[in-house]
């Protein structure tokens, strides 16, 4: 919903520029290319360090917890509210996870059973979502700026994180629950890989069409059958290359080797190349991804989140239930951060009462890069998720190049002012 | 459904609210029948717009009581009013600028496909119908209607209050913000959906826009209504008067606020 109009051909266009032929959104083609710009500088400073199968399955798994909740976080910027206390309830809901699952499930089950992970997930989401819906009611029915009641979740939330163990770090995980965070035991292999990249080509084309013949159908106006032809190779020849440089990253000869010997493969004498494929949170994070852009531009619920952003008197004068909405909406980002929560514990494969910490500035400034308004009404889903990667990228490099931590944030506070600066002028010039 | 004509499509009896010990509307009764034009008349702040946003819904009154076709109808969120067919067209347009037309039109009574998702492209059909016969030459369907001009803004408005068969239309400062020639169009609709048979509250603060208009007119001043009169028993002084004095004259039938 970011400024179609700028994207937008009119109805019979003959001339206009190729972008407006295609309707490509400008804006995010913009950020691709910031992003690739990121890539090349990275990589030619480091010496062809950066753009390395190896460091690019890194950098997607570094960024599935900050992405998935920046999804979230969109719509609560666009209803005009912030939600500041995700890093915090991150944090609780990892230690009750952990808990349940050193502590508490296995005097029930036995430890390393294969319901663990499931439950321990299933409580993650729903102890999440609880939480926000409760911040939600605070905010939406007894009116309290959710400045105050998230800057107060962030202590309440961050203290019972601590309360759960006293603060103490309970390790390891459950196997398969590790697998959440990638890994060797998360990352799905060559083969799923392929598959999964093939279904998507596949849902990819099938959408495009779907699309075009419905509005053929209504006698509206379609982009060119070359465009549509463009679009899917682009976006098929993406998810392909994704999943090639998935692929292309072997796993460590002592893993691949202790691999082998579980599955009774005799160790041949040049090695064995078994790829990693693209990782389990990597996977997660591109379904909550659809999963939330189906939401907020298929469904009701999405078009009211964007109504009440735009204009909240509005909004209830068009009898749209306004705070069951918000109430929703905060629910919504309790649940993702359940889902983040998953993905760190298992990644660290400790629950730590630190876990998350600073994470509410990550998610919103993931957000605020991937072009969603403060001042509300204004925000994609995916931009959010490409300011996640923009962030972590540009971390991930400086680390590689060994620049110091506290220059790291400078450099990233310096970038997030600039690309709101930057998104302001464009946004003027469109006007 | 009493078709007789003499029945009121919308009687509001003894209306009062008040906010924070100030009462914004203080006893008021008027009417309205079909195919008639009733124009709400008074100074800024006299309380007519507070007393249509208690028939639209936005409020709900501290007393009195609402009667549709002569049943007593309880109006306590803008979904109800809209499901007794009553309609309003606010002075602030009341639009999601960052929405498109058809998102506007059916904003909280969005067409859904089978399987529960939004049916845009039904929706930007049957906006293009609407439009097409309120402002033929619209064309932006697929812009937020931030990017439209102030008469195509107004358009959107008018074809979400009339999509939806209304049959009270309340219609706030209509042409406040409209150049003479959209202001002619929409006299030009006002009169064509009273031959419809559509109830028209028409709010303004211009005597001369509601002279043209109205079949009567309703004066308020104060939150208190000064009188009601058939346009044809006044003159144009004589309901100025009314606005600025309470001073109710021989044609019109006093209410309690005349002086």
Known sequence: MTAPAATTAPPHATSGSLLSKLEIDVRMLGMLAALAAIWIGFDVLSGGLFLTPRNLWNLSVQTASIAVMSTGMVLVIVTRNIDLSVGAILGVVGMIIGVLQVQWLPAWLGFEHWLTAPIAVVAAVLIGGAIGLFQGWLIAYLAIPSFIVTLGGLLVWRGAAWWVTTGQTVA????????????????????????????????????????????????????????????????????????????????????????????????????LIIPHGIALPVLIAIVVGLAMTFLARRRRFGRYVFAIGGNPEAAELSGINTRWTLMKVFGLMGLLCGISACISTARLNAATNAAGTLDELYVIASAVIGGTSLAGGIGTIAGAMLGALVMQSLQSGMVLLGVDTPLQNIVVGAVLVLAVFVDGLYRRRIK | MQANGTTPLVEMRDISIAFGGIKAVDGVSVDLRPGEVVGLLGHNGAGKSTLIKILSGAYRPDAGEIYVNGEKADIGTPRDAKRYGIETIYQTLALADNIDAAGNIFLGREVLTPYGTLDDATMEAETRKVMARLNPHFRRFKEPVKALSGGQRQSVAIARAIYFNARVLIMDEPTAALGPAETQQVADLVLQLKKEGIGIFLISHDIHDVFGLADRVSVMKNGKLVGSANVADVTQDEVLGMIILGKCPPGAVPGPGAS
């Open chain 1, 172 to 271: 390891p995980m459950d196997t398969r629950f590790k697998a959440l965070g990638g890994g060797v035991e998360g990352a799905l292999g060559a083969t799923a890989t392929w598959v999964i990249a093939a279904v998507a080509c596949g849902l990819i084309v099938v959408a495009l069409g779907l699309a075009r013949r419905r509005r053929i159908r209504f006698g509206f106006p379609v982009r060119p059958g070359w465009g549509d032809a463009v679009i899917a190779v682009f976006a098929c020849g993406a998810v392909l290359a994704a999943a090639a440089i998935a692929n292309a990253y072997p796993l460590p000869v002592g893993t691949a080797r202790r691999w082998a010997e579980a599955n009774g493969i005799a160790w041949p004498e040049g090695g």
